[in-house]
């Protein structure tokens, strides 16, 4: 008989992810006291030290604490897969995400409902946000797969990359960028113009950021006449006229393609970015999800060519 516990397992787990006792008897709705026998126990059980605590009672990993963790992870992830798989709902399985904006609003509409088709079954769970958000929400377990634009945290997180897209400048339909559409210019030509930027957690923005860096235009001092977080508002915005902005090629398309807006490609070259699939590396992945992901990377590039 193994010498500790499941339940001692999660109470790990838990402090170790709050780096609190008090906050992980909160989620768990134990009492303190109970959250410190079940790590002590466990502790006595592995003969190892698990946390180790300052002078303010802050409590952080031990090496061998960090290996117990990493375990630990894998066997509770393994004991949630069976249970969901066994049980009376299994035939009803979860498909938890997190998605960017640009990737929930043009991307996963189409690939989900073409997943479904062969797999009625499951059930998707979305939330969206920046990129941020969406590495926040993976990172806290509150989604299982994230969608975005950017990567902020390759030491915990796994980028797996579905398809390119490519950053394009909008401005509005007038006669001043007809004109200047009719010349050949490009969207590094308007840089001066009024411009609209979406907020820094965005990853579009670091991206855009990122472009002007590698381009030497990093100093570049722009006009910047509105922040927004919201990625609608800021289209609304440049076809009413108040500036132009740097957004994905996915997000223009429909504006572009109904007059509202007009497209400029950055430079004779485009400026790219990949849509990665991400989530963490401890992830163990259910039946649906493993089905969903393997299905994702083969389909996503297809459906936005």
Same mark, same amino acid.
């Given at each position: 008989? &193994?010498?500790?516990?499941?339940?001692? &397992?999660?109470?790990?787990? $838990? $402090?170790?992810? *709050?780096?609190?006792?008090?906050?992980?008897?909160?989620?768990?709705?134990?009492?303190?006291?109970?959250?410190?026998? *079940?790590?002590?126990?466990?502790?006595?059980?592995?003969?190892?030290?698990?946390?180790?605590?300052?002078?303010?009672?802050?409590?952080?990993?031990? =090496?061998?604490?960090?290996?117990?963790?990493?375990?630990?992870?894998?066997?509770?992830?393994?004991?949630?897969? @069976?249970?969901?798989?066994?049980?009376?709902?299994?035939?009803?399985?979860?498909?938890?995400?997190?998605?960017?904006?640009?990737?929930?609003?043009?991307?996963?509409?189409? %690939?989900?409902?073409?997943? @479904? *088709?062969?797999?009625?079954?499951?059930?998707?769970?979305?939330?969206?946000?920046?990129?941020?958000?969406?590495?926040?929400?993976?990172?806290?377990?509150?989604?299982?797969?994230?969608?975005?634009?950017?990567?902020?945290?390759? =030491?915990?997180?796994?980028?797996?990359?579905?398809?390119?897209?490519?950053?394009? /400048?909008?401005?509005?339909?007038? $006669?001043?960028?007809?004109? /200047?559409?009719?010349?050949?210019?490009?969207?590094?030509?308007?840089?001066?113009?009024? /411009? +609209?930027?979406?907020?820094?957690?965005?990853?579009?923005?670091?991206?855009?950021?990122?472009?002007?860096?590698?381009?030497?235009?990093?100093?570049?001092?722009?006009?910047?006449?509105?922040?927004?977080?919201?990625?609608?508002?800021?289209?609304?915005? %440049? $076809?009413?006229?108040?500036?132009?902005?740097?957004?994905?090629?996915?997000?223009?398309?429909?504006?572009? %393609?109904?007059?509202?807006?007009?497209?400029?490609?950055?430079?004779?070259?485009?400026?790219?970015?990949? +849509?990665?699939?991400?989530?963490?590396?401890?992830?163990?992945?259910?039946?649906?999800? *493993?089905?969903?992901?393997?299905?994702?990377?083969?389909? +996503?590039? =297809?459906?936005?060519?």
């Amino acid at each position: 008989m &193994l010498p500790f516990s499941l339940r001692q &397992l999660e109470v790990f787990v $838990a $402090a170790a992810e *709050h780096q609190s006792f008090t906050a992980a008897a909160n989620e768990l709705a134990f009492a303190q006291s109970t959250v410190s026998t *079940h790590i002590k126990g466990l502790e006595d059980a592995l003969g190892v030290l698990l946390f180790s605590r300052d002078a303010k009672k802050q409590i952080q990993l031990t =090496k061998e604490g960090r290996a117990v963790y990493d375990r630990a992870k894998i066997i509770l992830g393994e004991c949630q897969i @069976m249970r969901e798989e066994t049980s009376e709902q299994s035939c009803q399985q979860q498909i938890s995400i997190a998605a960017s904006t640009d990737s929930f609003e043009y991307l996963l509409p189409g %690939v989900m409902a073409e997943y @479904m *088709h062969k797999h009625s079954a499951n059930r998707f769970d979305l939330v969206n946000g920046d990129s941020a958000f969406v590495h926040e929400q993976l990172l806290k377990g509150n989604a299982r797969l994230g969608f975005s634009g950017t990567a902020l945290n390759r =030491k915990e997180l796994r980028y797996r990359t579905v398809c390119r897209d490519q950053l394009v /400048m909008i401005t509005p339909n007038n $006669a001043r960028y007809r004109e /200047m559409k009719a010349q050949g210019l490009y969207g590094r030509d308007l840089l001066q113009e009024p /411009m +609209i930027v979406r907020g820094q957690t965005s990853g579009t923005k670091k991206e855009f950021d990122r472009y002007l860096e590698q381009n030497g235009l990093g100093d570049l001092k722009l006009h910047i006449v509105a922040r927004m977080n919201q990625a609608d508002a800021v289209k609304s915005s %440049v $076809a009413n006229g108040l500036g132009v902005a740097v957004i994905s090629e996915m997000a223009a398309r429909k504006y572009a %393609v109904s007059g509202d807006l007009l497209t400029f490609a950055l430079d004779p070259e485009g400026a790219y970015r990949n +849509i990665y699939l991400l989530y963490r590396k401890d992830t163990v992945f259910s039946k649906a999800e *493993h089905g969903f992901v393997s299905f994702a990377l083969t389909h +996503i590039k =297809k459906s936005v060519l």
